[in-house]
């Protein structure tokens, strides 16, 4: 369905839009043109997506799949009892019957041939019913499997602490790529503002889509007023690798109770940490992000709000912007083509990630 609406070019441009699936917590990978709509939702059936999450749920799997199949294999076990006792019976019966004449004997023994006829259909029934002990719970188990599997495609989860992601998006590394700002979250919200300024807590995410590790020892960034040079000693940014900069220490973002930022980062993600907040502090309103290297040659910019010149070309109107808590973010990871349209609203911010 559709989640946002939004004017890349401009508000007298037409308009792109941004989808999710009501299970995803993420936006579906790209946006849609305006004309590229060819239709119109009719009917929506609500919370279905809700359905879909909980059945993949431990206790959702055992009432679709698990209980339903302990169901019909009780049944069936219990029938082929009875038709196993039902068998032995009809041979012990048919052993000790003996016949006077050979009359008597065709009679009987036509009678006790379309018997052995019945015995052997309830034997075929018998084995009918073991196929279909097994067969049944397989095929509600792979249709169960099956629809929640292709739901997920652009899902995210969370298991113990490890973000797990199935993504249509995989690292496209280039020789000459530059470090780029692959993340902002610039208004803080009331979860992730521990003790101290809001300013503390802002940061900003940076990716290496280059083919070749990058040191960032001595970088600087800055905003629309001030400029902060990263200290030395850091890390290099592998290929495909990810960097967080930040006022506050990687151990006070990820402090899990009201003193910290209550965010989870990646044991790989290498941190930076500022002597002061990013560059004089992040306008909610509008701001300016820049990247330049330890030559002072800048390598990135962004903007948002009513900041229009971090993007080629600048913004009509305002930048992107978007509501406290969210970040703006490239999707995919990486992707620079110079314009406001590289950046999205992520709600659910993922520094490092």
């Known amino acids: 369905r559709v989640m946002t609406k939004y004017y890349p070019d401009g508000i007298e441009k037409s308009p792109a839009y941004f989808t999710s699936g009501d299970a995803n917590e993420d936006f579906d990978n790209g946006s849609i043109a305006h004309e590229e709509i060819v239709g119109k939702a009719i009917v929506a059936i609500p919370y279905l997506g809700y359905v879909a999450n909980q059945a993949k749920q431990p206790y959702g799997f055992l009432l679709l799949v698990i ?24 041979i012990f019966i048919g052993k000790k019957k003996k016949q006077k004449n050979s009359d008597q004997d065709h009679y009987d023994n036509s009678n006790q041939h379309s018997k052995y006829q019945r015995l052997s259909l309830r034997s075929d029934r018998s084995i009918i019913s073991y196929v279909l002990v097994a067969f ?15 739901s997920f495609f652009s899902d995210s989860e969370t298991s113990q602490s490890n973000v797990l992601q199935a993504s249509e998006f995989f690292c496209n590394t280039s020789e000459n790529a530059n470090l780029v700002i692959n993340e902002v979250f610039y208004d803080v919200d009331t979860v992730h503002n521990g003790q101290g300024s809001e300013n503390k807590w802002e940061w900003v995410e940076l990716f290496n889509p280059s083919t070749s590790p990058i040191d960032i020892s001595g970088w600087i ?3 629309g007023n001030s400029s902060d040079t990263f200290p030395l000693g850091i890390t290099e940014i592998p290929p495909c690798g990810f ?19 209550q965010w989870t980062i990646p044991d790989v993600t290498i941190f930076v940490t500022l002597s002061s907040f990013i560059g004089n502090g992040l ?5 300016i992000v820049i990247l330049k290297n330890a030559g002072s040659t800048e390598q ?20 992107p912007s978007v509501a406290s808590g969210h970040s703006l973010e490239r999707e995919p990871d990486g992707s620079d083509t110079g314009g406001q349209g590289d950046f999205f609203d992520k709600t659910i911010p993922s520094p490092g990630s």
């Not at 990135?300 to 930048?319: A, E, H, I, Q, Y």
Request: proline residues 3%; glycine residues 12%.
């Open 67 to 90: 209980v339903p199949a302990t169901i019909i294999i009780y049944e069936e076990i219990k029938n082929l009892l009875k038709e196993s006792f039902a068998f032995i019976k009809g």
């Open 136 to 150: 049944i719970p397989l095929l509600g188990a792979s249709l169960v499997l099956t629809g929640l599997a292709i």
């Open 221 to 223: 960034i800055e905003d």
């Open 243 to 261: 960097a967080v900069v930040s006022n506050a220490s990687e151990t006070e973002l990820e402090d899990q109770t009201n003193d910290g930022g």
């Open 283 to 287: 306008a909610n309103g509008g701001d």
């Open 300 to 319: 990135d910019r962004m903007s948002f709000g009513t900041k229009l010149d971090g993007f080629t070309p600048n913004c009509v109107g305002s930048c």
